[in-house]
Structure formats: structure tokens, C-alpha cells
């Protein structure tokens, strides 16, 4: 980030405007860890005088490589945000009272022994509990606020192994969805307490009885995906709670392969990809690929 200085102000003050959903105190660590160039050169002193025409030169840098190892494969990670990858089967945030079971537990305190206390993990989405796939996580509740504030401009991506094949190629399913008194999700004709939600969906292969499908969610309601997938007549494979066959195990072939968002501090779109698990497409009972 580089800009000329149209007015004379302090560097702390400048920068604190610049950065919008930073702290003071962040903004001076920035500064302090030699991330800021004045005229090509570095600068410590956050009460710096800038004048008309002098050159702010921010240069990103990522955060020390660390000798402990992640509990889970991290994608990215910045000052601002850490994105990681869920495995099938854990919660993404846990119940009180059960310790370190959960995604986010376990991520928290690997964060925290890394950084020798400084720095915290904040949920901003969720996955199901048995969906896989790629969740970010923000280092401050400022970052935390302004991703979910921009969140509807952000694009999500799925796959999912699907019983038997849609009757069209690529299709919208658009219903108003509620929760019943055993916690399953419906979908219901009267909007009275329920939420809209919009599910898009495309063929990427298929054999007689199943069909791989990426699943682009418009919006992020509970269940949403297994929910529509299941009304269409296609529950995802292993998903019995949602009607899919009993003969397979319980993981679920659903997927969060990709996510892009609007980057909290620059304000660029990043995005984020995530492989299909190893044994995604292996059907146990028959242990072969179902194509």
C-alpha cells in the first residue's frame, strides 16, 4: 500500500485512518515491527511527523513462521485473518464444559501457545458438524465485525456426492427453510419465522445411481445445503438424517472447497481452495469409487 500525503498529520494518525478496523495499539505494533517506509524509508516512531508529498509505503508481512505445528492445515494466515481446513465429523465451535473437543478449541489454543499469548481467534461462519472443508477465522473482533458486515459479498462452493441425478444439469432451489422441535430443517410454505434460502447447483459427473455436484450457496442457512439437496430428491451420500441410504457410514460427502471474501484490512477480494478429501468419492460398503 502506497500513497502520497496530501495534508501533515502524524504517521500513527494516518495509518489509523487508513486501517478503519484496526486499534491504535495494533496500528503501532505495525509500525514497530518495521512494516511502514516514509520516503523508502523504514520508520519505528508511530508520532512521526508526515508533511505534503511525503511517500507511506505499508508493506504487508506474514506473521514469523512458527516451530509448533497446527493441529489442522492452515491455508492462509495474516496479521488480520487465519483460514483453515475442518475435518468431517467435529463441531466448528464447541458446547461449554467439554474442553478443547471442538475446530475452533483446538485452533484457539494452538494460536495462543504460537503467539505466546498475543493473539486470539474469533468464529466468524460455521460448518456442520459432519461437512469438511474450509472455515476462516478472524484475530480481532473489529476484523471479526467487518468480515460478517461485507459476508454477503462473499462466494462459497461445495461438493457434494449426491444418491441418484437431478433432472436437470445445473438448477436453482429457492425455499423458505425453518427448524423443527428436533432440531431437523424444513423447508416450509409460510414465511412466519423462516428464512429464505437460495441454493445453485451444477452437474460435475455422475453414474447411474450417483452424482457429484458443486453447490454454490447464495445464502448460509442451517442445513441449507443437505436440506434442498434432499427435498430435490438427491440426499448427500451418508447423510441418513437428511434420508440418504443407511447402508453407508456416517460421514457425509459434503465439502467446503472454496471461499472468497472481501480482505478486512486492504479490502481486496482473496480466495481460498480447499482439494476434495482422500475417500471422498469411495463408498465403503462396496470400497471401490462410485464411478
Known amino acids: 500500500m502506497k500513497t502520497t500525503i496530501k495534508s501533515e498529520t502524524s504517521l500513527l494518525d494516518y495509518l489509523f485512518g487508513e486501517f478503519k478496523t484496526a486499534s491504535k495499539t495494533t496500528v503501532k505494533q505495525r509500525i514497530a515491527h518495521g512494516n511502514v517506509r516514509v520516503n523508502g524509508k523504514m520508520i519505528t516512531n508511530p508520532s512521526v511527523l508526515l508533511k ?73 461462519h460455521r460448518l456442520d458438524r459432519e461437512v469438511s472443508g474450509i472455515l476462516v477465522f478472524a484475530k480481532s473482533e473489529p476484523i471479526q465485525e467487518n468480515i460478517k458486515n461485507n459476508w454477503n459479498e462473499s462466494r462459497k462452493l461445495y461438493y457434494a456426492l449426491v444418491e441418484g441425478k437431478p433432472k436437470e444439469e445445473k438448477g436453482t432451489i429457492r425455499s423458505w427453510l425453518t427448524e423443527g422441535y428436533d432440531q431437523k430443517v424444513y423447508s416450509t410454505t409460510s414465511q412466519d419465522g423462516a428464512k429464505l434460502a437460495v441454493t445453485h447447483y451444477r452437474v460435475m459427473d455422475h453414474t447411474p445411481d450417483y452424482t457429484l455436484l458443486e453447490v454454490d450457496l447464495e445464502t448460509g442457512r442451517k442445513n441449507q445445503i443437505r436440506v434442498h439437496l434432499s427435498e430435490m430428491g438427491c440426499p448427500v451420500v451418508g447423510d441418513r438424517r437428511y434420508g440418504a441410504d443407511a447402508k453407508f457410514e456416517r460421514q457425509i460427502r459434503l465439502h467446503a472447497c472454496y471461499l472468497s471474501i472481501r480482505h478486512p484490512v486492504n479490502e481486496t477480494m482473496v480466495e481460498f481452495k480447499s482439494r476434495m478429501p482422500k475417500g471422498f468419492l469411495v463408498l465403503k460398503e462396496e470400497n471401490e469409487k462410485y464411478k
Not at 59 to 72: A, C, L
Not at 88 to 95: D, K, R, S
Open 52 to 124: 505534503e508529498g511525503d511517500i507511506v509505503d505499508y508493506v504487508r508481512q506474514s506473521p514469523p513462521v512458527s516451530k509448533i505445528k497446527p493441529p489442522f492445515p492452515v491455508l492462509y494466515e495474516d496479521e488480520a485473518i487465519l483460514v483453515a481446513e475442518k475435518p468431517a465429523g467435529m463441531l466448528t465451535v464447541g458446547e461449554r464444559g467439554l474442553g478443547g473437543t471442538s475446530f475452533y478449541q483446538q485452533l484457539l489454543i494452538w494460536m495462543k501457545e504460537k503467539s505466546e499469548g498475543k493473539e486470539r481467534l474469533f468464529v466468524v
